[in-house]
């Protein structure tokens, strides 16, 4: 039975949060993507707008927001998604960033 979440299914939950546009990738997440499909690595879950790295405690999701919502409230949001969909799979005090790249009307 498969316990953690894809990138996709990741995407998906971030992108159904209110205020939320999309993904907007930026060079961060895309050139760690571009290194994890590299090296095919393995604690490491990446996709262009996402990435998870288990072994550094870190997830970063780059977003576009709708400016209809306060920032701070996507923000927390996404993260309490991310922290949900991810339970265990990543370490404790792992830290969630969200980036938004962009504030406009979808």
Do not use: K, Y
Not at 1 to 10: D, F, N, Q, S, V
Not at 16 to 23: K, L, S
Not at 65 to 72: H, K, N
């Amino acid at each position: 039975m498969r316990t953690e979440p894809t990138a996709a299914e990741l995407i998906d939950l971030v992108v159904a949060v209110p205020g939320v546009n999309g993904i907007e990738p930026g060079i961060g997440t895309s050139l760690r993507a571009l290194d994890a499909r590299i090296r095919r690595a393995g604690p490491v879950l990446s996709h262009f707008g996402l990435h998870v790295d288990r072994d550094g405690n870190r997830v970063t999701v780059e977003v576009s927001l709708d400016p209809s919502r306060p920032v701070r409230q996507s923000v927390r949001e996404i993260q309490s998604v991310l922290r949900d969909a991810l339970g265990a799979s990543v370490p404790v005090g792992t830290e969630l960033e969200v980036r938004v790249q962009s504030l406009h009307r979808g």
